[in-house]
Structure formats: structure tokens, C-alpha cells
């Protein structure tokens, strides 16, 4: 089974533009005033609206910290926290925002985890 996360965009543009070249995601598919962008199996939809879906959170993870950091290198004025050891989930992550404040993490595991391969 696949799917889609649909999200509203007060800026279509600027939103698409942020997460292809800020955090890498691919374009997937281009559609009237929709934009579905693609990170490993993750699917996004952004949408044109008058008013953001600000309450989401979209996750990214990465096999290795060293990815992790790498995102916090290039999101650092962006970023509401510095990376961190997370104890309760295992998980090495930090948050921060995109350009239409909805808030975004980036992790990566620290246990082992079902089969499951990145294509990158």
C-alpha cells in the first residue's frame, strides 16, 4: 500500500523550492496548483490555500547521526533545537520550521529496526 500526505501552502513556491533544495526531497509529480514531492517512500502533497496546515509534522530520518547532523548544518538558522540523543525513543533528532512554520524533524534510529532499505 502507498500514500500521500496532502498539505496547504500560503506559498506554493516558496514552499516547493524549500524542500527540494533546503531538504532534498524529489519531484514526484506536478499538478494543477499541487506539487507532490517524494523523500525515500515519504510522499507529500503541497497545495496552493489562502492559510498553511501548520499543525502537521513531517518527519525525515536517516540511516546514520552523521546525516542527521548534516541536515542541522544546513538548517541551522531554521532549527529550534540542536541535535540530541532522545533516550525514551531511541531516536538522534532535532526540530525546526519551514517557511510556513509548520514544524519538521529530522532523526535517525539508534536501535535496529524492521527490514528496511534506503535507496540512497
Given amino acids: 500500500m502507498a500514500g500521500i500526505v496532502f498539505?496547504?501552502?500560503?506559498?506554493?513556491?516558496?514552499?516547493?523550492?524549500?524542500?527540494?533544495r533546503e531538504v532534498g526531497m524529489q519531484l514526484w509529480l506536478e499538478q494543477p496548483q499541487i506539487t507532490?514531492?517524494?523523500h525515500e517512500n515519504l510522499l507529500v502533497g503541497f497545495q496552493q490555500h489562502l492559510q498553511a496546515?501548520?499543525?502537521a509534522l513531517l518527519t525525515f530520518f536517516?540511516?546514520?547521526r552523521e546525516q542527521v547532523d548534516l541536515m542541522y548544518r544546513r538548517l541551522q538558522a531554521r532549527a529550534?533545537?540542536?541535535?540530541?540523543?532522545?533516550?525514551?525513543?531511541?531516536?538522534?533528532?532535532?526540530?525546526?520550521?519551514?517557511?510556513d512554520s509548520r514544524r519538521i524533524e529530522f532523526?535517525?534510529?539508534l536501535h535496529q529496526l524492521p527490514a528496511w532499505q534506503f535507496s540512497g
Avoid: G, K, M, W
Avoid at 500560503?10 to 527540494?20: L, M, P, R, T
Avoid at 529550534?80 to 517557511?99: K, L, W
Fill in 7 to 20: 498539505l496547504r501552502t500560503a506559498d506554493h513556491d516558496q514552499i516547493v523550492e524549500f524542500y527540494c
Fill in 53 to 55: 496546515d501548520t499543525d
Fill in 80 to 99: 529550534s533545537s540542536e541535535p540530541r540523543h532522545n533516550q525514551r525513543y531511541r531516536i538522534y533528532n532535532f526540530f525546526a520550521r519551514d517557511p
Fill in 36 to 38: 507532490i514531492l517524494r
Fill in 107 to 109: 532523526q535517525c534510529f
Fill in 62 to 64: 536517516y540511516p546514520t
